[in-house]
């Protein structure tokens, strides 16, 4: 039987910051539309995604 690996928990390297950028940005609204969908359910959870967005979006102004 031959060894093998797990790969859980691996984490693949952002290599240009373009690349970061366009990441960042996809999280950002992400979290922005998750904050939207529960505004009328669930307060503290709508304000955990848009604070997730508010720091997500200094360090895309950072770049």
Do not use: W
Request: aromatic share 6%; glycine share 6%; charged share 20%.
């Amino acid at each position: 039987m031959n060894n093998q690996y797990c790969k859980v928990g691996t984490v693949t390297p952002i290599t240009g910051l373009s690349q970061a950028a366009s990441v960042l940005e996809v999280m950002h609204n992400n979290f922005i539309e998750k904050a939207a969908s529960v505004s009328g359910k669930d307060s503290q959870l709508g304000d955990f995604f848009r604070n997730k967005a508010q720091s997500i979006k200094k360090v895309l102004e950072s770049l």
